[in-house]
């Protein structure tokens, strides 16, 4: 009989929560606060770190910077008639919807 393998991704939130946790010193609020202020200052840096090296990588590599460009001529913001298009849905009746 094979086992049943659970695989189980922790997202950021959860990291930072568990990681937060392990490092938290037993006692007072002020001093948990303390105590984790290295751990979030450490994760800031990573983050900032990975942002810079993703900046870093589209500055240098055309293909990937034009796969996340949208459309040439085309607006990253819409076409513009977003609002029209809401006002005319809004003014239907509800069983035309």
């Known amino acids: 009989m094979s086992q049943i393998v659970?695989?189980?991704?922790?997202d950021t939130p959860i990291k930072i929560?568990?990681?937060l946790a392990?490092?938290?010193?037993q006692g007072k609020r002020p001093e948990q606060l303390r105590g984790?202020?290295?751990?979030?200052?450490?994760?800031?840096?990573?983050?900032?770190d990975a942002i810079a090296t993703t900046f870093d990588a589209l500055s240098?590599?055309?293909a990937a910077r034009a796969a996340m460009?949208?459309?040439p001529g085309a607006s990253p913001f819409g076409d513009?008639?977003?609002?029209e298009r809401i006002c005319e849905a809004l003014l239907q009746p509800v069983s035309a919807r």
Do not use: I, W, Y
């Open 80 to 83: 513009g008639h977003a609002a």
């Open 69 to 71: 460009c949208c459309r």
């Open 6 to 10: 659970d695989e189980f991704e922790l």
């Open 36 to 48: 984790v202020k290295p751990v979030l200052e450490k994760l800031q840096a990573t983050e900032v």
């Open 22 to 25: 392990t490092k938290m010193a």
């Open 60 to 62: 240098l590599d055309r």
């Open 17 to 19: 929560a568990r990681d």
